[in-house]
């Protein structure tokens, strides 16, 4: 038979413990109940428990020293907060000090129950180390920190801002944390906040009511309600228009929304994860960002390394990589010589994994097929003499030894190679050769032309060459008639 789980309730108001006691023996969980600090602890020393909840004002101390308390010395025990209705600061305080998540007076059933399952379904702190992170890829040190924090923000409800370059993983660090949470059964919705008209954000957000505009039609649910249960991502947040971020601000601190068009507000159960590559706090400062809302977003700030700051770790992503991108190609994998790899690990990246991704899509085409060099790298960055690094492939255009040859002529031949190595690579199928290249058909079959490299193509050229003259010559003479 399975153990009983049981809850430790603290408050000093007897009426708000009945009801939370009623509350969870509904729910099969054995209550304990305390009304002060000092015997809670009592209470903790007896016993384990499955979760806490406490009030913030006691006679004898404030919640927040029962979560300090309990995070010392019970790590891994969820622990709610019940704040009075207007304290968004005592939650924000809370949670900033490990609490799992907050309730706020007076307390709703639908507001209560969610806490008590999501902090149920949590895992063993035990086997928090165990979370499924391995999609963050690396052993650096800066990596397996992120990987650490990841593990235990999924433990919590907290808001979670993630800072970080363009291209540095923010997106894939939200979707672990819902993944390894107690969420993991709710949506995890991600969306672009500078990519919806401001016009449309309201009812992009919250939803509309049939006839609350022309066009609506029938009711739709927005974003808040599609992720109740779940995680709603909040990408480049600091797009929002302040005027849509004061209405984001209320839905985060009460928990409830309003369709466009609607009349009554109704509860969403979200964990909200933000983040931007551009610097939040300058922005308050500036009075682009509302500063109550960043300290909203920032309960817990996680911040990713760009990729230059972790050079051990881009070798073992850039074959991870090759690897997926040979796979959607349905195509050997090309191994990446040592020298070439070196190389890598010393760029600046930049544009961090997306630049690194799009430098290996490109040095595919490049490639014999068999091996990746330094010279199908070069192929976009053959004239950055500003790097400044050893590598053999310094040698490969040295101006002093090649004053024969032109700038044009050398683009033209690293051109022509390219074409040749994703002909061969796709067996002559000029559509697949084009799609390994990055262009369109037509746009292949006139370089294939232009260098000389097809009979076929050369007499499609001569003959679109023909047929554009023919056609200017007709609407010059038009022209004329006029």
């Not at 005027?243 to 928990?255: F, G, T």
């Not at 040095?363 to 060099?373: E, F, N, P, Y």
């Not at 199908?376 to 002093?400: G, I, V, Y």
């Not at 050369?458 to 022209?479: H, K, M, Y």
């Amino acid at each position: 038979m399975a153990q009983k789980l049981t809850c430790l309730i603290v408050d000093d108001e007897t009426d708000i413990r009945e009801l939370l006691v009623m509350t969870l023996e509904r729910m099969d969980i054995e209550t304990y109940s305390a009304s002060c600090v000092e015997e809670a602890k009592v209470l903790l020393k007896q016993r384990q428990y499955a979760l806490c909840l406490t009030d913030m004002q006691m006679p004898d101390g404030t919640g927040l020293d029962l979560v300090n308390y309990i995070s010392e010395f019970h790590a891994g025990l969820p622990i709610a907060v019940i704040t009075a209705h207007a304290s968004a600061e005592n939650a924000v305080s809370a949670l900033k000090a490990g609490a799992f998540d907050y309730l706020t007076k007076p307390i709703s059933l639908k507001q209560l129950r969610p806490v008590i399952e999501f902090a149920l379904k949590l895992p063993a702190p035990a086997n928090s180390s165990n979370a499924n992170t391995l999609e963050m890829i690396g052993d650096s040190e800066p990596i397996q920190y992120v990987r650490g924090m990841i593990a235990k923000l999924a433990r919590s409800q907290a808001p979670v801002y993630i800072s970080g370059e363009s291209g540095s993983g923010k997106e894939l660090a939200a979707k672990l944390i819902h993944k390894n949470s107690s969420r993991v059964d709710g949506a995890f919705i991600a969306v672009n906040c500078g990519a919806i008209p401001e016009n449309l954000m309201e009812s992009e957000f919250f939803g509309y009511k049939k006839g609350a505009f022309t066009g609506a039609n029938q009711d739709k649910e927005g974003m808040f309600q599609a992720a109740s249960g779940g995680t709603l991502f909040l990408d480049e947040v600091a797009d929002l228009p302040l005027a849509m971020q004061v209405k984001l601000l209320r839905a985060i601190q009460e928990k409830k929304v309003r369709m466009v068009g609607g009349t009554a507000e109704e509860t969403v159960d979200v964990r909200i994860i933000s983040a931007t590559h551009k610097n939040l706090s300058e922005m308050m400062d500036a009075g682009l960002f509302r500063q109550d809302l960043y300290y909203r977003l920032n309960v817990i700030q996680l911040k990713m390394p760009a990729l230059r700051d972790r050079p051990s770790d881009i070798p073992v992503l850039a074959n991870l990589l090759m690897a997926k991108l040979c796979a959607s190609l349905n195509i050997p994998i090309p191994q990446i010589d040592s020298a070439t790899q070196t190389y890598i690990a010393k760029l600046p990246f930049p544009g961090n994994v997306r630049e690194l991704e799009n430098m290996l899509e490109r040095a595919l085409a490049m490639c014999d097929g068999q091996t990746i060099t330094i010279d199908d790298l070069l192929h976009r960055d053959e004239l950055r003499n500003d790097l400044k690094l050893d590598h053999p492939a310094k040698q490969s255009f040295d101006p002093d030894k090649n004053l024969e040859v032109s700038l044009s002529d050398y683009l033209e031949d690293i051109e022509k190679r390219a074409i040749i190595n994703a002909l061969t690579k796709a067996n002559n199928n000029k559509t697949a050769a084009a799609k390994l290249l990055g262009v369109s058909f037509r746009t292949l079959r006139y370089r294939l032309a232009k260098l000389g490299l097809s009979k076929d193509d050369d007499a499609d050229l001569a003959n679109e060459t023909r047929d554009s003259e023919s056609l200017n010559d007709e609407a010059q003479g038009r022209f004329q008639d006029q």
